[in-house]
Nanobody, 124 residues
């Protein structure tokens, strides 16, 4: 059993920054690929970013490319999402997820383990 816990969400004005963290515990593996997804009210779950097991591959949604940076610290079983130049459309619940595939998939169905999410609200 793998448990993922997100933290770092909150309220921020447009143009500001936040850093999200996702800590893994339980039967974890360094070989997991890790991803971030988000869901706004009334919207479908949306891919944000992903990173391979050794950080060799990173992927970003077009809407966040150049503004967000994903990273991981395998020694700490933690993945991060640095979010800069935040926009109102970034407002959503952000979820981290782990995939046994080990790569950086954009597809939610490749992820077997999910956290409970952390709220990010961007105001004008």
């Amino acid at each position: 059993q793998v448990q993922l816990v997100e933290s770092g969400g909150g309220l921020v004005q447009a143009g500001g920054s936040l850093r999200l963290s996702c800590a893994a515990s339980g039967r974890t593996s360094r070989s997991y690929g890790m991803g971030w997804f988000r869901q706004a009210p009334g919207k479908e779950r949306e891919f944000v970013s992903a990173i391979s097991w050794n950080s060799g591959i990173t992927n970003y949604a077009d809407s966040v490319k150049g503004r967000f940076t994903i990273s991981r610290d395998n020694a700490k079983n933690t993945v991060y999402l640095q979010m800069n130049s935040l926009k109102r459309e970034d407002t959503a619940v952000y979820y981290c997820a782990a995939s046994a595939i080990g790569l950086a998939s954009r597809n939610y169905y490749d992820y077997a383990y999910w956290g409970q999410g952390t709220q990010v609200t961007v105001s004008s």
